[in-house]
């Protein structure tokens, strides 16, 4: 009989572990049960900040929406409704970066959203 192991899978499997540790802090980089546990931690945390930074980004764009309507004598509800109404269908990111790279046409858009108000 001759004596069968599974070094050379289980080195492979333990080698790809740590590679994906590399940059760890302190012993969690450099020992397989360690690392196991960090990995999982960090793959976790990843996929959940994925998901958060979408809603982070959304925030971001709303609070900047919000302030260059209060500029244009609207509140960020008004502006949105005004825009639904009058079937304008810029999405907040654009008009995010519309109000701070252009203001001129946010304010044309603001405008409009009045208009939509109105009838």
Partial sequence: MVRV?????????????LKRCKGFYGDRKNHVKLSKDALMSALSFSYEHRKLRKRDFRSLWVTRIGVAAKINGLSYSRLIDGLKRAGCELNRK?????????????????????QGLVT
């Fill in 5 to 17: 192991t599974n070094a050379v899978a289980a080195r492979k499997r333990n080698k790809k572990l």
């Fill in 94 to 114: 654009v008009l995010a970066d519309l109000a701070i790279s252009d203001p001129g046409a946010f304010t044309a858009i603001a405008g409009f959203a009045k």
